[in-house]
Structure formats: structure tokens, C-alpha cells
């Protein structure tokens, strides 16, 4: 069992940037690949980015790609999504998920936990 935290959200201009983080308050995220996925209002849950359990292959929702980096500490048992260049649209809950399928899936379906999320809001 995997329980996740995910923290660093908040009100930030457009332009500006924030760090999420997704801690594992209990049990160890070194087996699993990693996700953020948002879910603006009105509007389904969507990938965002996603890592593989030893951080080497990536992946990116096209919309964030190239502003987005996400990245991962397993001595830590935390991931982070670093938010550059943020837009109105990128407001969002976002949230953590860790997954257990061998490759980074950007599907909701292949994801097995999931934390509650963290509000992002981008003021224009």
C-alpha cells in the first residue's frame, strides 16, 4: 500500500512558477512509475507528465512540454514537478500517482494510487 501527499500548490501570476511535490507517507514509490496528472474544472483528469522508477525516460502532455519538468528522489520516496512559464489554462487540481505497469503510461486506468491533489491557480 502507497499512500501519497502532494504539496506546493497555491495562487501564483501567469508567468511565474511553482514546485510540486509528492511524498509517499507510507510505503516506498522505487517499484513504481510515476505520474502527474490535473483535472481543471468543468474538465476531465488529464496526463501531465510521467517517470519511469529510475528516472531515465520521461514523458510529457504536449500543452507543457518544454515549461513542465518533472523528476524524481526515491531515496526520498518523492517526485516533483517543477512549473515554469505558467499559463491560465494550466489551473488545475493536480494530482500524484504512482503506477505499476513496466513503461510510463499516460493513462488514468494504468495508474493504482493516487493522492488527493493540490490546487493550482494561474491569475492572468
Known amino acids: 500500500q502507497v499512500q501519497l501527499v502532494e504539496s506546493g500548490g497555491g495562487l501564483v501570476q501567469a508567468g511565474g512558477s511553482l514546485r510540486l511535490s509528492c511524498a509517499a507517507s507510507?510505503?516506498?514509490?522505487?517499484?513504481?512509475?510515476m505520474g502527474w496528472f490535473r483535472q481543471a474544472p468543468g474538465k476531465e483528469r488529464e496526463f501531465v507528465a510521467g517517470i519511469s522508477w529510475s528516472g531515465g525516460n520521461t514523458k510529457y502532455a504536449d500543452s507543457v512540454k518544454g515549461r513542465f519538468t518533472i523528476s524524481r528522489d526515491n531515496a526520498k520516496a518523492t517526485v516533483y514537478l517543477q512549473m515554469n512559464g505558467l499559463k491560465p489554462e494550466d489551473t488545475a487540481v493536480y494530482y500524484c500517482?504512482?503506477?505499476?505497469?513496466?513503461?510510463?503510461?499516460?493513462?488514468?486506468?494504468?495508474?493504482?494510487?493516487w493522492g488527493k491533489g493540490t490546487l493550482v491557480t494561474v491569475s492572468s
Open positions: 500517482a504512482a503506477g505499476s505497469t513496466r513503461y510510463v503510461s499516460r493513462e488514468i486506468g494504468d495508474m493504482r494510487y
Open positions: 507510507e510505503g516506498t514509490l522505487s517499484s513504481y512509475h
